[in-house]
């Protein structure tokens, strides 16, 4: 993406997603496990931070109605991990929302403490929508429209707020349905590679980390932050590396 220069956030510059398709990818970063599966009984950092006391919200771009299960495009229900969490029952209803009510909780100052934000499919960067703009320009314009006001917010203002942006999947090559992206053999394929920025007031200033991470690390990482144990599914691993040593946060 064009929106961030390095002096404003830190780049992981060797982070992999887990698998292919897209699906899977949100279920690995959420619970630790890159499953295809539509439902699934596991638990998510979802319940997790409910069961410490916390609280949470998915908020989905074009999302007509909260916890929606069926397409109803640009949304896309296989980029939404909470409706795949069987586990969650009610709390889906209530707080597995759309971005119309990030922006009233943003307004409102009642940002949960863990927070999935996804962009519909007209600006994830996927696909263009329009005839006047490139996929890329539209997922730039989008990151430019919500990241500056999550930056003002005072849990970002007062360090109290990390920010992870990534991408499901590497698209270069289209992968491989089902490969396993961080075994020895595929850490060289490119369609497994995306970029990971994090934003915190703690990250030195334009630091690239060349570090082997992945969306486990950012589920192990903010499974820390948030005091949750124990590390759910592959976030667990003896070989998942977290992302606070690498941005010193």
Excluded at 77 to 90: D, E, K, R
Excluded at 104 to 124: E, M, T, V
Excluded at 152 to 162: I, Q
Excluded at 165 to 175: S, Y
Aim: proline share 6%; with cysteine.
């Amino acid at each position: 993406t064009t929106l961030f220069r390095s002096t404003e956030c830190g780049l992981a510059t060797n982070y992999r997603g887990a698998t292919h398709p897209s699906h899977p990818n949100y279920m690995a970063i959420t619970g630790g496990v890159a499953t295809a599966a539509a439902s699934v009984t596991a638990p998510s950092i979802f319940s997790q931070v409910a069961a410490s006391g916390q609280t949470w919200k998915v908020y989905e771009g074009a999302m007509p109605s909260n916890c929606l299960r069926k397409p109803a495009f640009p949304y896309k229900p296989g980029h939404n991990p909470g409706v795949s969490y069987t586990g969650l029952a009610a709390a889906c209803k209530a707080d597995d929302t759309n971005l119309s009510q990030l922006q009233r909780d943003i307004s409102g100052h009642h940002l949960p403490a863990y927070a999935f934000i996804a962009p519909d499919q007209c600006h994830d960067m996927e696909i263009a929508c329009t005839s006047k703009t490139s996929a890329i320009t539209t997922g730039d314009t989008w990151l430019r429209t919500w990241v500056p006001r999550l930056l003002a917010t005072p849990g970002y203002v007062t360090g109290h707020t990390a920010i992870f942006i990534t991408w499901d999947e590497g698209d270069h090559g289209r992968g491989t349905s089902g490969e396993n992206c961080l075994a020895a053999g595929n850490l060289s394929d490119s369609s497994c590679h995306v970029a990971a920025l994090v934003l915190s007031p703690y990250v030195t200033a334009g630091l690239r980390s060349s570090v082997l991470l992945s969306h486990y690390s950012i589920l192990q990482t903010t499974e820390r932050l948030l005091g949750l144990r124990p590390f759910l599914g592959h976030a667990g691993d003896a070989g998942t590396t977290g992302m606070r040593t690498a941005f010193g946060f």
